[in-house]
């Protein structure tokens, strides 16, 4: 992205017209279409454990918030609830937890994994594909994960503004060592996905114009991004810095304007758009989103995995029908990769074109 280019993006933050939000929407919607179909994949997200060593100062999560109940789910339960929802027609899961990563923590969610493997479906003959979101581990540690199946991994930078990033976390954790685990995982062969938290204290429309910039440069497979929720219990709720005003309309702007971008990569509609608006996931999905991650942790554990106030859960019908409500479909009994990554490993020589050929610029579609 040039100068110019940047600036002209923060400009479309900067514009309050309505009428922006339409054509973007349109165009946003008119890429998607184009390169990756009608679509949306659901990966059956499994929160496995809400413990965690770090301590960001945004999650309800950090270990420094003794208000929640910590919880580790078993290993046949986790192995349960992934069947489940490969009988369900779902291929594809997320384990999510908090940082774990002690030898003992990683050899377990290995083992996990390795026997999620061995399954097969009866309906498409394959394994199911497993999408992991640890935090930051080593090189190691990533490597002995793929090693077990694991085929991608989603590490937020959660701002690509180093100064920020240092404001929202404590010293021990470094913006730095996030580029080098994101390198890691690329290095080894996962497919990549990162995104960043919006709305932010302190964030500006500059920061999210180069926030866009930075997941070109670093040429990622996919994209989580979401609007930040204060958490009541964090040490961010109580900063009085100044936030954008509306953080929901520009996280779709960031998403419209991402599908613009970057329009073969896998997008997620978060659960943090769909807690803060009724709309969140037509919206989300009409901007450009194709990926959905229905919570499939019990519903003992749902409000101990609590990264911010009011966070809400849609159930298997009600999200189907918003899908189909927003003109799409919900795709079942298909890994669902990121175009993006075959590209770019040369295993997809032309653009994947499922009903058109032409590529998505920003200068031809703004
Ligand atoms: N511990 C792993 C990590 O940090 O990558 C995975 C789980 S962590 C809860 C997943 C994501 O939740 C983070 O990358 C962060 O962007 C998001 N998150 C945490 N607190 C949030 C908040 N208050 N509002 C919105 N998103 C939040
Ligand atoms: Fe832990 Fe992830 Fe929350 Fe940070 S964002 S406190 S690493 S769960």
Redesign the pocket.
């Given at each position: 992205m040039t100068h110019t280019s940047k600036i002209k993006i923060a400009d479309i933050f900067h514009n309050t017209d309505p009428s922006l939000d339409r054509q973007l929407l349109e165009k946003a919607d008119h890429c998607r279409r184009q390169h990756l179909g009608s679509a949306v994949y659901p990966r059956g997200l499994i929160?496995y454990s809400n413990c965690?060593r770090?301590n960001?100062f945004?999650?309800?999560?950090r270990r420094g918030n003794s208000l929640i109940r910590r919880y580790h789910l078993q290993r046949e339960q986790i192995i349960e609830l992934a069947l489940q929802a490969y009988d369900a027609g779902y291929q594809s899961i997320c384990l999510?937890?908090?940082?774990l990563s002690s030898s003992k923590e990683v050899d377990f969610i290995a083992d996990v994994i390795r026997t999620i493997k061995g399954y097969r479906s009866k309906n498409s003959g394959q394994g199911l594909g497993i999408t992991l979101?640890?935090?930051?581990l080593t090189y190691k540690q990533y490597r002995q994960l793929w090693e077990a199946g694991a085929h991608r991994y989603?590490?937020?930078i959660?701002t690509s503004n180093p100064l920020l990033f240092q404001k929202i976390h404590p010293p021990e954790q470094s913006y730095n060592r996030r580029l080098e685990c994101l390198d890691a995982l690329r290095e080894i062969g996962y497919q990549v996905g990162t995104?960043?938290?919006i709305g932010l204290p302190g964030q500006s429309y500059e920061d999210l114009a180069t926030d866009l910039e930075f997941f070109q440069a670093k040429d990622i497979d996919m994209l989580?991004m979401?609007?930040?929720?204060?958490?009541p219990d964090?040490p961010?709720?109580r900063q009085k810095t100044e936030f954008i005003p509306d953080a929901f309309t520009t996280t779709i702007r960031m998403l419209a304007l991402a599908r613009i971008l970057m329009p073969d990569i896998n997008m997620v509609a978060?659960t943090?758009l769909q807690s803060i608006h009724p709309d969140g996931l037509k919206l989300g999905l009409k901007a450009g989103a194709n990926i959905v991650m229905p919570v499939l942790t019990p519903e003992d554990n749902r409000k101990d995995?609590m990264?911010?106030a009011n966070k809400k859960f849609s159930n298997f019908e009600r999200l189907k029908h918003d899908i189909h409500e927003a003109g799409y479909e919900l795709t079942l009994w298909q890994w669902g990769d990121s175009p993006h990554y075959f590209k770019r490993q040369g295993l997809l020589t032309t653009d994947y074109a499922p009903t058109g050929d032409s590529t998505c610029s920003l200068r031809s579609r703004i």
């Open positions: 929160e965690c770090r960001c945004y999650c309800g999560l999510q937890s908090g940082e979101s640890l935090g930051e989603l590490l937020r959660e995104g960043v938290m989580g979401g609007p930040y929720i204060p958490h964090t961010l709720a978060s943090a995995y990264l911010y």
